[in-house]
């Protein structure tokens, strides 16, 4: 499976953006790039996904590099509650063999 | 709507006892999976559910059985627990449209082994 590599963890201050970074070098073509976060205590949950093109949603932003090796998680405004473990994760469209997690990035929000 | 139910939500079992952990959703996904998460590590797949009546072996399969009773239900069961077996458990579930919606995962099961 191709990996993803991903800072231990991030600083950040509330209500600035908020851009976590993510390398997948070996990525193929047919991989998605997805993203989950979990909150303390939580499972985890889904955040947003993207194959080419940047992609946006209520809760993020995912801009993909154009040689697809990299990808960054943007949030654009942060608050307390986005403090969570965010994972960024290859998924083979169409296979239903389960999500390959790596440890994240501990984003940690300061007031 | 609630989406994915584990129970229990928290269990102490002793070493060499039996339980059996469950999982329901409630969204006609086609596809369940059990997840274990140790501390300060990311979650390891331990077997999954493609769809009714299959079930396919994880990363980390030893020690564990599953059954997926129905579309709704998969049941994870440890028969002899390990104090290793100590972890986080969550069960999640994902339909066929999986890129559109994601996988949606319970809120676990926190299992202590003494």
């Known amino acids: 499976d191709a990996k993803t590599t991903q800072p231990n963890s991030m600083e950040s201050n509330e209500e600035e953006p908020v851009h976590l970074p993510c390398n997948h070098s070996?990525?193929?073509?047919?991989?998605?790039i997805h993203w989950y976060r979990q909150l303390p205590s939580q499972g985890p949950e889904y955040v947003i996904h993207?194959?080419?093109s940047n992609v946006n949603n209520r809760m993020a932003s995912l801009a993909i590099a154009e040689d697809r090796k990299s990808s960054t998680l943007i949030l654009h405004r942060a608050t307390l509650r986005d403090a969570a473990v965010y994972y960024c994760?290859?998924?083979?469209?169409?296979?239903?063999?389960?999500?390959?997690f790596g440890k994240g990035t501990h984003l940690i929000i300061q007031p | 709507n609630a989406g994915v139910t584990q129970t229990p939500k928290f269990q102490v079992l002793k070493t060499g006892q039996s339980m059996t952990l469950q999982c329901a959703q409630d969204?006609?996904?086609?596809?369940m999976y059990w997840y274990r998460q140790d501390p300060g590590m990311g979650l390891r797949l331990i077997y999954y559910?493609?769809?009714?009546?299959?079930?396919d072996k994880g990363e980390v399969p030893n020690g564990y059985n599953v059954s997926r009773l129905n579309k709704r239900e998969f049941s994870l069961r440890l028969e002899s627990a390990a104090p290793s077996q100590t972890s986080v458990y969550f069960c999640?579930?994902?339909?066929?449209?999986?890129?559109?919606?994601?996988?949606?995962f319970g809120s676990g099961t926190r299992l202590t082994v003494v």
């Open positions: 969204m006609n996904h086609n596809s």
């Open positions: 070996t990525i193929s073509g047919t991989d998605y």
């Open positions: 559910s493609a769809s009714e009546g299959t079930t």
């Open positions: 999640a579930s994902s339909s066929r449209v999986v890129l559109l919606y994601g996988y949606t």
């Open positions: 993207g194959l080419t």
């Open positions: 994760i290859l998924f083979r469209g169409g296979g239903a063999d389960g999500l390959t």
